[in-house]
């Protein structure tokens, strides 16, 4: 991990094109591991934090993280740039692609928020109630057993941290507010949607119309998965990802 300025990111460096990994709300640079592995050799795999839990208190929202992210890439001064994004991380990367069509090579959204979402429900989940965390996390996956308990425990301690509680609540709210549905027919880039056939978050009709509302997307359905495909099935998700990036890639790509 490098910290530049206000900038925490991973970077595997290398002298190819630049894919940028974008987590999501309870997610972390700890999600790509397969994809940092699988990758590294031909990308300069980038993976920056999305500082909702250290960005002003008025800022805190997914504007806020979208300015965050165009600053970055401004600082590290990327031409262009493949964006993969999960959850509130696609999410993100969608609203920058659309403020910066310039310096997208391309789009791969992992069960992506924008469209809809079932995530905690109406409630914040209760402080102190390590079963109802558990739980809430293991449905991020087909097979609970993915959801290892350092994954639990992270979740745990953010949401009994009342600072960063605050600011889980302020971004999803924000994320809901920020529906898509009227802007995704701008998005011009090559697009690839992978989606677990289990997820439960953002159901696969919500993939379906990420297909139909982006010009140039291809859906790939993965099953026994749900809300975070390059967790629980990289290898079949790095295959699809791969592929896709080997046809809409180039060298000669600038901004």
Same mark, same amino acid.
């Not at 460096?13 to 700890?30: A, P, Q």
């Not at 493949?82 to 090579?105: E, F, Q, T």
């Not at 509680?165 to 949607?193: D, E, F, Q, W, Y």
């Given at each position: 991990?490098?910290?530049? =300025? ?55 929202? @997914? ?31 969608? !609203? ?12 791969? @959204?992992?069960?992506?928020?924008? !469209?809809?979402?079932?995530?905690? =429900? ?61 802007? !995704? ?10 989606? =677990? ?59």
């Amino acid at each position: 991990m490098k910290k530049d =300025g206000k900038f925490d990111y991973l970077e595997t460096g290398g002298s190819g094109e630049v894919l940028l990994l974008l987590h999501g709300l309870f997610g972390g640079l700890s999600n790509f591991g397969a994809q940092i592995e699988a990758f590294r050799g031909r990308f300069n795999v980038v993976l920056p934090t999305l500082p909702m839990f250290t960005l002003p208190l008025r800022k805190v929202s @997914l504007a806020g993280l979208v300015d965050h992210l165009a600053e970055f890439v401004e600082f590290k001064g990327y031409d262009t740039v493949h964006l993969m994004g999960n959850s509130l991380g696609g999410h993100v990367g969608i !609203l920058y692609a659309l403020d910066k069509p310039h310096r997208i090579a391309s789009i791969t @959204l992992a069960g992506s928020s924008g !469209l809809f979402e079932s995530a905690m =429900g109406n409630s914040f989940p209760p402080r102190g109630n390590y079963d109802f965390i558990k739980k809430k996390v293991e449905s991020t996956f087909y097979d609970p057993a993915t959801s290892s308990k350092e994954l639990v425990d992270e979740v745990y301690n953010t949401v009994n941290d009342r600072n960063r509680g605050i600011r889980i609540v302020m971004t999803a709210k924000s994320a809901v507010r920020h529906n898509l549905a009227h802007k !995704l027919h701008n998005i011009t880039a090559p697009t690839l949607l992978v989606w =677990g056939k289990q997820d439960t978050i953002t159901p696969p009709f919500v993939g379906e119309q990420f297909q139909e509302l982006i010009s140039d997307a291809e859906l790939h359905f993965i099953d026994q998965c749900a809300h975070a495909p390059m967790m629980e099935r990289p290898r079949e998700f790095n295959r699809l990802l791969g592929g896709f990036l080997e046809r809409v890639g180039s060298p000669s790509v600038t901004a």
